[in-house]
């Protein structure tokens, strides 16, 4: 019987706690950790599964906390850093300058987007990453959509006006 739950309900729920732990790490190999070890202690707690009221948001909380931490742990952002800027050098130089233009572009957004606060960050990454509808985003986030809809709007304002500051090199 709790083989068929977990196969019914808890590994249909793999690829959106994939997204959530991806939109944290920036790290494939680091978010597929963090997936299975979910399933892990999910597995190892399943005499408990009866008290979960709701195991989607279980799985959700879980997962964000464990690639919180794993941030954490490590120094993350340093190495992300640092692997975000190795370009691929093509013959063509027009086809090099654009690879070198999109990374670029990628890495001041997910700069811009990680400088946010927790809860802002959490809204635009269910929202942009995740597909979340907004009655999810205010299901999951205890809010009401109004709030989520108007949160939503003023980061992807900050978000572009840091980000067209930043490409304009603070000149207008």
């Not at 809010?143 to 000149?171: D, P, S």
Request: hydrophobic fraction near 35%; glycine fraction near 0%; proline fraction near 2%.
């Amino acid at each position: 019987m709790q083989t068929e739950y977990f196969k019914n309900n808890i590994l249909p729920l793999k690829n959106r706690l994939f997204k959530k732990a991806y939109c944290i790490t920036e790290s494939v190999v680091e978010a597929e950790d963090i997936v299975q070890e979910v399933m892990m202690r999910l597995w190892d707690r399943r005499y408990d599964w009866p008290k979960i009221e709701n195991m989607e948001v279980y799985c959700m909380v879980l997962t964000k906390n464990l690639a919180l931490d794993k941030i954490k742990k490590m120094d993350y952002y340093n190495d992300s850093l640092e692997n975000s800027n190795t370009i691929e050098l093509h013959t063509d130089s027009s086809q090099a300058l654009e690879n070198i233009i999109q990374q670029d572009e990628k890495f001041w957004l997910w700069k811009l987007i990680r400088s946010l606060p927790e809860k802002y960050r959490e809204i635009i990454c269910l929202r942009e990453i995740e597909e979340y509808s907004y009655s999810e985003i205010a299901k999951e986030m205890k809010l009401t959509e109004a709030q989520v809809k108007i949160t939503l709007f003023r980061v992807r304002q900050q978000i572009k006006e840091k980000y067209l500051q930043i490409m304009n090199y603070g000149l207008k």
